[in-house]
């Protein structure tokens, strides 16, 4: 199994990021899949998920409105589009595989990609 993130970078407050995730070594299609992030000194914090299908999706109250999670499984990869961005959305962002649907365990995480929101 692989995940491998990217599109992180340096934005503005109130701008906005896409970020991929592309997968292999795993039938992508078939499992849910969520992203989570981690602030500089902080906990994880889950962000969203898809299920399989990308129809029934969910989101943390801090990315709703937001945040758009889809997912793409002829291109098994998994994307973020982040609108109005804050300072405090400034995290390590990682894509992580569940064992299963949407309220599984997650079993595989990728290295993470760094966003970054300031002025």
């Known amino acids: 199994v692989q995940l491998v993130e990217s599109g992180g970078g340096l934005v503005q407050p109130g701008g906005s990021l896409i970020l991929s995730c592309a997968a292999s070594?795993?039938?992508?299609?078939?499992?849910?899949m969520n992203w989570v992030r981690q602030g500089q000194g902080k906990g994880l914090e889950w962000v969203s998920v898809v299920d399989r299908d990308g129809e029934i999706i969910v989101y943390a109250d801090s990315s709703k409105g937001r945040f758009t999670i889809s997912r793409d499984n002829a291109k098994n990869t998994l994307y973020l589009q982040m609108n109005s961005l804050k300072p405090e959305d400034t995290a390590v962002y990682y894509c992580?595989?569940?064992?299963?649907?949407?309220?599984?365990?997650?079993?595989?995480w990728g290295q993470g990609t760094q966003v970054t929101v300031s002025s």
């Open positions: 992580a595989k569940t064992t299963g649907g949407i309220d599984w365990p997650l079993d595989f």
């Open positions: 070594g795993f039938t992508f299609s078939i499992y849910a």
